[in-house]
């Protein structure tokens, strides 16, 4: 068994920094992703520069997947997932590759197929250059659609035939990089989620800034220009038994704020909450000036309901005059949180770690947020907790410290 191999489970944020200083430090990584894209949800967010940087540290993703993808210590596995993992001196490990339809060796990326199949969900779009192929068939669509795929690559890049296969691998040290899944807001059914279309979660509208290059309202491609953020949407909840702070919603609807501000000073964005998290050093001088720009109401909107041009009008408690309260918005933002990875269970079983009693990774020791009960097992990012992107980077970069010195390459 080669000693200085390491697995790294995830790609994004957490998995590709893990990666990266592990491959610095001269260690073989094999950087395992079930998705089709490197990045995690990070590579979707936007710049939130105004005049100046904002730090909300979307583009140090980019970066870091530009260090990985060009790596020569780093193979990555993409639509790929742990099948087996057996520990004897080392772990052994079987991992399945489904069906990928597309050869990334003949695939140019140019794009043929996602403009033929984009409408129908059929072909998938990775956020950035930097993922090769740019282009993943949707498995879910494949069944059906099989004989318009095969025709659609001049490249003939597409193969409907293509099945799973696996690869056996080792490894001497563990990093569990597996990440969040983002709150479904549909859970929260009296803001209409999925039944308003002006009704949008935070990851929507990073998703909709980088398509258009502006915030364009689902209903009519119109830029949004009266907004409403929700804050705590699945965060901070007794009633759903969620009950910490996601640390990011506050930090990100207020710089998004400002920035579309900095864009269209005429717009008017009002955001309710509950309290406003004050998370980093510069975060309260920064809330500061965001007043100026921002008006902020201390109260969680009731319920939200469909008027006339699909705008939305949102019923709320004023607790200083002790009244309800009706006003009329264009686009509503709720602000989604952090919530364990749906699969965190079955995975934890694969891997014999223990969870939290909120379900993320649970660290073994108090003092070292990265350790597991299994010594050459390592937890990296938000599957142990809420962390932004800068909180996830330097977790990970603390988790392969311990990879190297449990493996001794480090005292
Ligand atoms: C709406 C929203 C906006 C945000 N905006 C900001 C912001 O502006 N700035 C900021 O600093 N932070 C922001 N965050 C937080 C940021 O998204 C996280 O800090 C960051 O994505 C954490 O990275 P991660 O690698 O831990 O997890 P993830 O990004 O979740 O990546 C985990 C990766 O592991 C893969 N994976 C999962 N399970 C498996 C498996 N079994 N096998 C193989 N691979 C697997 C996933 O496909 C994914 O690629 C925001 C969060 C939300 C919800
Ligand atoms: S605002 Fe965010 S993405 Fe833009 S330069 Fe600053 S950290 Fe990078
Ligand atoms: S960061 Fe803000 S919006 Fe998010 S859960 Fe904490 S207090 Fe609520």
Known sequence: MDSKNVMIIGGGIAGMTAARELAEAGLSVDLVEKSGFLGGHAIQYTCKATSECLQCGACSVEK??????GNDKITVHLSTEIETIENSNGYSIKIKKPAAFIDAKKCTNCGICYEKFKEDDLILQGYSKNNTPLYAVNREKIEENKIALKEVCPEGAISVSDTA??????????????????????????????????????????RIKRRNGFLARPSDGAAAQKIA?????????????????????CPYALRTAESLKHKNPDLDVTIFYMDIQNTGKSFPAFYETCKDDIRFIRSIPVD?????????NMRLFDETE????MESFDLVVLSIGIMPNSEN??????????????????????????????????????????KNIAASMAHAGQAASGVLKYLGVTE
């Open 64 to 69: 870091m997947l530009k260090d990985v993808v």
């Open 229 to 249: 953020f929700i804050q705590c949407v699945g965060s901070r909840d007794e009633n759903l038994g969620n009950l910490w702070c996601s640390q990011i919603c």
């Open 322 to 325: 002790g009244t309800p309260v």
């Open 345 to 386: 269970k079955p995975i934890s079983e694969l891997l014999g770690l223990a969870l939290d009693q909120d379900g993320f990774f649970q660290n073994s020791d108090a003092l070292n947020k990265t350790s597991t009960s299994n010594d050459g097992i390592f937890i990296a990012g938000t599957a142990q907790g809420p």
């Open 304 to 312: 939200i309901f469909p008027v006339e041009n699909d705008n939305l």
């Open 165 to 206: 296969s696996f690869e056996d691998l080792t490894a001497a040290a563990v990093v569990v990089a597996t990440g969040f899944t983002p709150f479904n807001p549909e859970r929260k059914g009296t803001y209409g989620y999925n039944r308003f279309s002006n009704v949008i979660s935070g990851l929507d509208l990073e």
